[in-house]
Nanobody, 123 residues
Framework: QVQLVESGGGLVQAGGSLRLSCAAS????????GGWFRQAPGKEREFVAA????????YYADSVKGRFTISRDNAKNTVYLQMNNLKPEDTAVYYC????????????????WGQGTQVTVSS
C-alpha cells in the first residue's frame, strides 16, 4: 500500500505561482509512476501531469503545457507540481496519484490517490 499526502495548495492571484508536493509513505515511490489530476466544482476530474518512475518522461494536459512542471525526488519519496502563470480556470482540488503503470495512471484508474489539496486562483 502507498499512502499519498498532498500539500502546498492555497489562494493565489492570477499570474502567480504555487508548488504542490505529494509525499508518499508505506512503500518507496520510486517503484511507481506519479501524477496529478484536478477537479473543479461541477466538472469531472481531469488529468494534469504525469512522470515516469525514473523521471525520464513527463506528460502534460494541453491546458497546462508551458506553465506547469512535474518533477520527483525519489530520495524524498515526493512528487512535485510547479504551477506558474496560474489562471482562474486552474481553480480546482488537485489530487496526487501513483500507479505501477503510467498508462493506467493517466487514464484516471491509478491505484493510489491522495485526499486532495485546494488551489484557488483569483482574477
Amino acid at each position: 500500500q502507498v499512502q499519498l499526502v498532498e500539500s502546498g495548495g492555497g489562494l493565489v492571484q492570477a499570474g502567480g505561482s504555487l508548488r504542490l508536493s505529494c509525499a508518499a509513505s508505506g512503500r518507496t515511490l520510486s517503484g511507481y509512476a506519479g501524477g496529478w489530476f484536478r477537479q473543479a466544482p461541477g466538472k469531472e476530474r481531469e488529468f494534469v501531469a504525469a512522470i515516469t518512475r525514473s523521471a525520464g518522461n513527463t506528460y502534460y494536459a494541453d491546458s497546462v503545457k508551458g506553465r506547469f512542471t512535474i518533477s520527483r525526488d525519489n530520495a524524498k519519496n515526493t512528487v512535485y507540481l510547479q504551477m506558474n502563470n496560474l489562471k482562474p480556470e486552474d481553480t480546482a482540488v488537485y489530487y496526487c496519484v501513483a500507479d505501477g503503470l503510467i498508462l493506467i495512471l493517466t487514464s484516471g484508474r491509478g491505484a493510489y490517490w491522495g485526499q486532495g489539496t485546494q488551489v484557488t486562483v483569483s482574477s
